[in-house]
């Protein structure tokens, strides 16, 4: 199926600009849409490519997000001040990609890679009602003791986090021999300059570390219905933890699947084999599951969905009132480009699967 692929860039609330990116089937509407969140260092338009590709080919619309410092976007280089701005920022660009006339009947699925994973399951936390699912590869629900510094190295670097908190300092193992498995991919992802390969700066490994722990210490909360993949010899994200969010999540809706032998970049670092098995999995997850919503079907859904887990909402009136803007809300239909308030810097090329 022919693909088209959109360039843009955007304006956080911060005035920080960030380049998003988008896959859409040409001869036909999206089955339904998919957003990227990509893992730590990495980039969307490169190093997702592959996905958004094999996705949109499949019938669906995929966006995606270089976060800030991240990939194309501006920032110091891989420096995360704030895991919840980095949520933030994926919240309210993929909230403006579904609020499109074309696009408010169709089911909404998020795609989280490893630092992804996390990202994904802070999005639906922010606003349960709001997703339809998600795709949860090697999610990092926890750091693996592997990759972990020493807890004495932890608390001597919490002290000074304030102090130097975009060092480059500090220890750890290389990811990328850990994580792709293809000597000739992990050359690839080597040679790829958007992707960050310096040590972590130290505000931002110590983010990461709570991110994960808060993930963990908070599976039960998780409620939307979601398709974990992870391989057995991961060593980077624990499998384990991908079984512990499958045994605990409040989910009705929810599969796991674990690859034997396979390593942390199941879609980017595996034999081509192993690749389009995975991506299989995925695809079929993703057709069981796309519908077309109404208006009301949307209101019913936020309505159930559990007060204490609405960030920033109380109560029904407040999901009613949501609900009623969303009804109320019209205009013309209108693709990725010109959506946003973004700068200049759209560029579309098309491509053949």
């Not at 990202?119 to 639906?124: E, I, N, P, Q």
């Not at 922010?126 to 997703?131: L, M, V």
């Not at 300059?193 to 993930?215: C, G, N």
């Amino acid at each position: 199926m022919e693909v088209e692929y959109h360039e843009e860039y955007v304006r956080n609330s911060r005035g920080v600009q960030l380049f998003t990116c988008g896959w859409l089937p040409v001869a036909t509407s999206p089955k339904a849409l998919v957003f990227l969140c990509h893992g730590y260092g990495m980039e969307c338009s490169d190093f997702m490519r592959a996905c958004g590709l094999r996705l949109a080919a499949a019938g669906y619309g995929v966006f995606g997000m270089d976060y800030e410092g991240h990939g194309k976007s501006m920032g110091a280089r891989c420096y995360i001040r704030s895991f919840h701005r980095l949520v933030d920022d994926c919240h309210h660009f993929f909230k403006s990609i579904c609020e499109l006339e074309e696009y408010r009947s169709k089911s909404r699925f998020l795609y989280g890679e490893s630092m992804g994973g996390a990202v994904a399951l802070l999005l639906h936390r922010k606003d349960p009602a709001f997703w339809d699912g998600a795709i949860l590869v090697a999610p990092m629900c926890k750091i693996s003791e592997k990759v972990k510094p020493h807890p004495l190295v932890i608390t001597l670097l919490t002290k000074v986090e304030d102090v130097i908190p975009r060092w480059k300092i500090v220890p750890t193992k290389d990811v990328i021999d850990a994580a792709f498995k293809d000597p000739v991919k992990r050359d690839k992802i080597r040679k790829n300059k958007l992707i960050y390969q310096d040590k972590p700066r130290l505000k931002t490994a110590l983010e990461l570390l709570r991110t994960s722990m808060h993930v963990e210490d908070s599976l039960s909360q998780v409620m939307l219905p979601f398709f974990v993949l992870h391989g057995e010899a991961d060593t980077v994200t624990d499998p384990e933890v991908s079984r512990a969010l499958y045994e605990r999540a409040a989910s009705a809706d929810k599969t796991m699947k674990l690859y034997p032998g396979m390593w942390h970049g199941l879609t980017a670092g595996e034999p081509d084999d192993n690749v389009d098995a995975i991506f299989s999995d995925v695809i079929a997850w993703l057709n069981e599951r796309s519908r077309s919503w109404t208006v009301e079907d949307r209101l019913m859904k936020m309505m159930a969905a559990p007060d204490k887990f609405i960030d920033g909402e109380k109560g029904a009136t407040a999901v009613v009132n949501s609900g009623a803007k969303l009804a109320k809300r019209r205009g013309p239909p209108r693709r990725l480009g010109g959506c946003l308030c973004g700068l200049a810097g759209r560029t579309h090329h098309h491509a053949e699967m």
